[in-house]
Each structure stands twice: as C-alpha cells, then as structure tokens.
C-alpha cells in the first residue's frame, strides 16, 4: 500500500467518525422528541380516521383533501395545533440536519476522492 492509499485510508476513517460524532447525538436527540411528541398526540388523533375522512372528502379532487385538512387543523384544539406545530417543526429541522450532513459526507468524500 502506498502512501498516498494509506493517507485516503486514515482520512475516511477520521471523517468517518468525526460525521458520526457530530451527527449522531443530534439525530439521536431528535428521534426521541419526535417519539414524545407522537407518544403524546396519539391520545387525542386517530391517524386512520384522519386518513380515512381525508380520502373521503377529496375524493376526485386533490385540492379538497387540502382545503379539508385545513379546515379540521383550525377547528382543533389548542393543544392541538401546538403539538401539530412543534412535530412539523421538528420535521423541518431534522431534514435540515439530515440534508447538512449527507452534503457534509459528500464533500468530504469528494475530496478524498479527489485527493485534496
């Protein structure tokens, strides 16, 4: 092995758990409120009626099934919709996280493929 496959070798294996360090306790953190959040909407929401109620109303126009979930989002509760609010945000932020840390690995990859 020469020194420059060793060098290629060390690097991915730095970056390798420098990506998992850095992005696994914040993923792991992230799942867990997620996990609370539905452990806590799931008294007060039937997914299968919401579903079910959804296809029904849209049934034949896409637009409907909006304009439904809409509709029942502002008739709920207020703990409701806060809960809603906190898991989509949630949502966003862990796809955020996710997204920088694929393109975090692909540029590190990259440039050990490179070699730079």
Avoid: Q
Avoid at 29 to 43: C, R, V
Avoid at 62 to 86: H, Q
């Amino acid at each position: 092995m020469d020194p420059k496959e060793m060098h290629a070798k060390i690097m991915r294996r730095v970056y390798g758990v420098w990506f998992l360090r850095s992005t696994a306790p914040l993923l792991v953190i992230e799942i867990i409120f997620f996990i609370i959040l539905f452990g806590l909407i799931a008294d007060r929401i039937f997914v299968e009626h919401v579903v079910k109620n959804t296809i029904l109303a849209s049934y034949g126009n896409p637009f409907r099934s909006l304009a439904y979930l809409t509709a029942s989002f502002v008739r709920t509760s207020f703990a409701i919709k806060t809960v809603l609010v906190l898991i989509a945000s949630c949502l966003v932020l862990t796809l955020r996280d996710i997204n920088r840390s694929i393109i975090t690995y692909i540029a590190i990859r990259r440039r050990n493929v490179l070699g730079e």
